[in-house]
C-alpha cells in the first residue's frame, strides 16, 4: 500500500508513518518545510512539500496513492476563522483531492472526541446523548466530520475519533509526568471527573484496521481503552510511572477561566495562539470526557494493549531516553 499521511510528523502521525513502514508500507507525508522532519530520519519516507490551505500541493501529495491517512490540523488558533481554515477547509480540500484523483480508495480521518461535548454523567453514553463540541478546535473536527459523510462520494471513508492520546512523543502528558516529578499535581475540573485516554500506538492500530476492515467504511469509532479513571487515578499511574509521590493541588474553574483569559489576552498581543486560552480551557474545566470503543472492537480485531499503568511506565521510560524527564530515584516515598 502507498499512504499519503497528514501531520506525518505529529505526535500521532509519527507513531502511524513507524508502523506502516515497519509492516511493508511506501509513506509519504504532506509537509510545510523542505526535507524531512527530524523526528522520521530514521525511516524512508517521502516528502510532498505543501499545506493543508494549498489545494495544488495536496493534488500533488496525493498522486498515486492508495490510501489517505488524514491526522493534519492545529489544535490551537488565534482565531475561529483560522482554525476552520485549516481543520474543516483543508479536510474539504484534501477530500475532494483523494475522491477526483482517480487511484485513492481509502480515506481514514483521525478526528476527536472533542468533536462533542463531554459524557453528562461518568459512564460513556450514545452520541446522540452527548452536546455540542464546547471548542473551536472541537467543531472544527465536527463540521469535517460531516463534509466527508456528505461529499465523499463512492470514495471509502472512515473517522476515527481518538479520546485523550498519551504516549513518548505527546507534550501534554509530558507536563504532567513533569509537574510530579517535581512533587506537584494539579486537579482540574475538581475530584470526581472521570476520563478515558487511550495510548498512541493503539490509536494507530485502531486506524489500521478500520482500513483494512470493509464493514468499517462510512462508519465513524471512538477509539478508547475501555478502564474509566478519575484525576486521582490518573496522577496515581503516573507516580507510579516516574517514581515520586506528588502533592494534589485542586484547581478551581473560577482559576481555570482565569488563566484563559489572560492567555488569550498573551495570543492578542502577540498574535500566537496560546496553549491553554480559554478555548482550551473550557474543555479541561469540563467533567467526565468519558467514552466507549465497543463498536469498533465489534466491528473489527482492534483491541487495545496499554493499559495506563504500563502504558505510562513505557512512556516515562521514553522520556527519559531522550533526556526530557531524570533518571528514577530508588524507591518510592510515601505521600506527606
Known sequence: MRALVTGGHGFIGRHLVRRLRERGDEVRILYRRAGLPESLAAWDVEVARGDLRD?????????????VFHLGGLTRARTRAEMFDVNAGGT???????????R????????????????PCPT????????PALSWYGASKAHAEGLIARHAGPLPWVTVRPTAVYGPGDRDFLTLFRAVERGLALLPGGRGSVYSLVHADDVVEALLAVTDTPQARGRTYTVAH????????????????????????????????LVGSVADLGTQLTG???????????????RHWVCSADALAADTAWRPVHDVRSGFAQTVEAYRREGQLAARQPGLPSRR
Open 104 to 119: 485513492v480508495d481509502r480515506f481514514v480521518y483521525c478526528s476527536s472526541t472533542a468533536a462533542r461535548g463531554p459524557s
Open 272 to 286: 500566537r495562539a496560546s496553549l491553554l486560552g480559554s478555548q482550551r480551557v473550557v474543555e479541561v474545566a469540563a
Open 226 to 257: 475501555p478502564e474509566l479513571l478519575t484525576m486521582e487515578a490518573i496522577i496515581e499511574a503516573a507516580e507510579a510511572a516516574v517514581g515520586r509521590r506528588a502533592r494534589r493541588l485542586p484547581v478551581p474553574a473560577s482559576v481555570l477561566r
Open 55 to 67: 489545494s495544488a500541493s495536496i493534488a500533488a501529495a496525493v498522486r498515486d496513492i492508495d490510501a
Open 92 to 102: 474539504a480540500r484534501l477530500l475532494a483531492a483523494a475522491r477526483d484523483g482517480g
Open 124 to 131: 460513556p453514553v450514545p452520541d446522540a446523548d452527548l452536546p
